[in-house]
């Protein structure tokens, strides 16, 4: 019985999912999510300041550059961000979509989404420097799809707006202009400050340039990936 009524609510789900698609969402309701989402956020952010989590993440950083030695600050910190955050979000965006709540699931949704684009980002300009982008951005597009396609039982929805193959395209000339920016600060911060920027800009939905999203506006996906950007601004001095 259990199992039947968490199918009709995965079904409820996906029929609000298809109004929202097509609807979207109302400026009040925006506002109303993005409070919400803002008080998520704030506890993922404050844990990393408990002295057992941040005592786990010096483990964890350890234990990454004992398995490979060779790996960049930002590569560890970045798989760090990922770590800490993304199983939470996700956890919670499926017990949304399970009950039913659409807007709750397309807010945690979006937010990791937003903390994987932005880790994304920072992980494809890496490539451009050595030389395995094209392999790296087949990788990240399937496991976005897959997530996605997995979060709504396996039916084939829209997944982004544009083709697949004009994404992979916008994708790999911001990689390059972005790994520019990489050379100049081998931090990642000036890279990622500038994605925030973008992303905020008046002209994003023409430009393209922050287009893992699930719904537009982007508001969800922008404050996740704020949350990743502060997350990994915080962790990156462990990584030394």
């Known amino acids: 019985m259990g199992s039947e009524r968490r199918l009709a609510n995965v079904r409820i789900a996906l ?38 989590n941040q005592a786990q993440i010096g ?10 030695e060779t790996l960049s600050r930002p590569s560890v910190t970045q798989y760090i961000v ?8 996700e956890a919670q965006s499926q017990h949304y979509l399970a009950n039913g709540n659409m807007p709750l699931f397309v807010l945690s949704f979006d ?31 399937a496991i976005s799809e897959i997530m996605l396609v997995d979060q709504v039982s396996k039916l084939d929805l829209p ?3 544009t083709s697949r193959q004009r994404l992979l395209t916008e994708l790999r000339q911001d990689a390059l202009e972005n790994s520019e920016l990489l050379k100049i600060d081998e931090s990642g911060f ?9 992303a ?5 939905e023409q430009d393209g340039h922050f287009p893992l999203t699930t719904f537009n506006p982007p508001d969800f ?3 996740g990936a704020r949350f990743g950007v502060t997350a990994y601004k915080e962790i990156y001095p462990f990584t030394f």
């Open 15 to 52: 029929e609000n999912y298809q109004e929202l698609s097509q609807d979207g969402f109302s400026p009040e309701q925006i506002i109303s999510l993005l409070a919400i989402g803002e008080n998520i956020g704030n506890v993922y952010l404050r844990q990393l300041h408990n002295p057992q």
């Open 59 to 68: 483990e964890a950083i350890g234990e990454i550059k004992r398995k490979d």
């Open 82 to 89: 990922l770590r800490t955050l993304v199983p939470g979000l």
């Open 111 to 141: 937010q990791m989404t937003g903390v994987k684009r932005a880790m994304e980002t920072l992980s494809q300009a890496g490539e451009v420097l050595t030389g395995g982008l094209e392999e790296r951005l087949e990788r990240d597009l």
């Open 159 to 161: 997944i982004y707006e």
């Open 190 to 198: 000036r890279l990622l400050d500038a994605l925030l920027l973008r």
């Open 200 to 204: 905020q800009s008046p002209v994003l």
């Open 221 to 223: 996906a922008i404050q």
